[in-house]
């Protein structure tokens, strides 16, 4: 059939405006006489997708060249898919509404480990051969985005890896792309082009060999074009690099209905549990300028209401006050609001919450991440109680009165102490909301407390350490439920199975890709939903696929032995990270690396303010 | 304040856009089109826009109207190209003028829907006349209230039947358009699918042509 059938059933699934496109700002170019045809994939919903950044820049970036063009695929719901397969309807972009073998570049991103049998499901809708060696023709399909440095559960599935920041690779392959093509050459020369671009990881020229006890003994390349060890691309300067002035808006809701504006890159904390924090080093910045002219031009081309500053960790910018001053000027003259994700409990600055007030009132989160002073020095949170407890005390003076308290069970080192302190502070918050405010004015408070499972990441001090078992998190978030008695505090926890499979597959190596080809024929999806996640059918999978999970959520690796990702290179070195899980057993904190190098490596990245 | 009734179409792909969402859409498109749009007063303002009769999800309109307060007055034809650069394509403002007579003297909406079926129909035609000439047609209806039987025959004003071949067919439809009696074009089809036997749609096209005052002249 073809796609614009799609009609005879569109009325008969959810949200039918997810699968239309054509919405202000998308770009549809003449499909067929465009050389480079990328189509750029988000293994999740069109609201989820839609809310990622990443694919924002990329997207115009792509659509800027007259020689390429860029579209849309999501994953179809539920529904939808079901549908699609009765209707014999292949996987297609929203712009040119074409099939996604008719692209030349398959390109997904990975944000989130519980996406991978969606990006399965969605190569079997689009009939592109799961397995890489079993593509003889037809598109290249890539990889990129955070989970990518470790993309080995997929190393069948995938052609390629662009490791780091897209703006630069991503044209760089497109230019091979395009000389390749011309050339007339074999799909295999094209590998072998792009091996040598720097940040570019061909998993198939890289050979794993195993010990019997299922560690690993080496990791080789086997190709004199690829690099030793692929290095993760940067961009060094943050001001003069793309960043789109119009962004698509849909027509329907997605969660982050608003503008993006990303302020920089990166983040000085050092928290050991953080991947982000490793893995986009250097901290880079966009200039006040630069950001002002950007918040102009994208309220103008977009007309939303709301502008969200985007970055790791807003209230570190370092000229957080000109900044926001400059923004709200041009922000309130329009009628558009401000919001600053990300605040830090340790320089959480009343004035600026108040100016942000002024449009509009948002709902104040902290994360001290942990309950103990132990626990917090431990994983580097680097805030002390006293810290909290004075934006507590500022916040709740200033009128807000409903909190939300961040934290994880089961990081290293934790004991019953530290979890049960999470309950103590939470009753301090409550204390300290009494204390604030005086009698005649209290209108009570809501303090929600959530819990999520520790998920030892690679590129972190913790990517040596075991997950805590199910039942060790379980019995855990029992004991705190039992502990939080005041009718203040709310507490919410995760379900701890997701986090096992995503600690899975987050340290997982190449042998997981026939769990995930298993899972994916027994018809796991959307593995991150609840009403789609069903853990026991993934543990059957395993059983079938006689893959132990245990050995790669739960086990004590040594720092000797050889990760699956140790030919990866993302600037941060190993004695770095060895350094400071020594430091994390003694709760010896590391301090922000503004105030001094700590020596992570990042400097042979060659960028940011390290340089 | 200048208040204005625009006309425009939404067609294509944008049939899926439901009501709220276009309306969100076309207040971000004034933005985009910087008109001096005037806002409600109150805690929580909002746009001077309203849209007569919103077209059913999955119904594409070729002359809706939609009534919008600007605090300046603006040549209609500078209203028109500012306002179609900041919407998407498969919405256009068509025309723009000075509302006399307010939306709610709306009575008729016309239709035309194009059929396909699934299996084909001898003299199709006639026998979708003689269904419609039954005295009358109880289907089940959405009201306020939630589904509920009701009559609709009182509610179709005409029905022009055009057979292209025994399973094609494309129906030209004047129906009751108010508060209170509404007919949907596809409320009219479930009633076919009642009465009629054999008769299962395989596509249906529906598009709103235009809204009617009672005696069927169009709204100025």
Known sequence: MRIEDIEKFLLEVQKPARYIGGEMGSVVKPFDDTPCKVAFCFPDTYEIGMSHLGMKILYHMINTRKDSLCERVFAPWIDMEEKMRENNIPLFSLENKRAVSEFDLIGFTLQYEMCYTNILNMLDLASVPLLAKDRTDGPFVCVGGPCSYNAEPLADFIDFVMLGEGEEIFNEVIDAFISWKSSGKKREDFLQQIAKIPGIYVPKYYDVEYYNDGTIQSIQKNTENAADRPQKRIIKDMSSVFYPETMIVPFTE???????????????????????????????????????ALAEKLIKNTGYDEISLSSLSTSDYSKLEEMTARLLEITQNKKVSLSLPSLRVDNFSMDLMKKVQAVRKTGLTFAPEAGTQRLRDVINKGITEEDLMHSMNLAFSNGWNSVKLYFMIGLPCETLEDVLGIAELADKVVDCYYDSVPKGKNRGVRVT?????????????????PQDEIDSIVSKQRALKEKISRRQITYNWHESKVSFLEAVFARGDRRLGKVLLKAHEMGCKFDGWNE?????????????????PHFYANRKRAFSEILPWSHIDVGVSDAFLIREREKAENAQTTPDCRNGCTGCGATVLGGGACV | MFKYRLTFSKTGYAKYVSHLDLMRMFQRAFKRAELPIAYSNGFNPHQKISIAFPLPLGVTGTKEYMDVELTESLLFSELIERLNNALPTDIRILDAHIPEIKTSQIKWAAYSVDLELKHPISNLAQKIQNVLEQPTLIVDKKTKK??????????????????????????????????????????LIDALKKYLDGFETDRININRDGLFLENQTEIF
């Open chain 1, 254 to 292: 997605i969660v982050h209905d608003r503008i993006m504006l990303e302020i920089f890159r990166g983040c000085t904390r050092g928290c050991r549990f953080c991947q982000a924090g490793i893995i986009y080093r250097p901290v880079r910045e966009k200039s006040v300028d630069r950001i002002c």
């Open chain 1, 449 to 465: 407390v959530s819990t999520s499972t520790f998920v030892p990441k690679p590129f972190t001090p913790f990517q040596w350490d």
């Open chain 1, 532 to 548: 789609t996640f069903d853990f026991d059918r993934w543990m059957h999978v395993f059983e079938v696929t006689g893959i132990d």
């Open chain 2, 146 to 187: 939630g589904v509920a039987e009701t009559d609709i025959r009182p509610m179709i004003h005409t029905v022009q039947i055009h057979q292209k071949s025994d399973i094609e067919v494309k129906l030209n439809l004047l129906l009751s358009c108010a508060d209170g009696s509404n007919l949907k074009a596809s409320t």
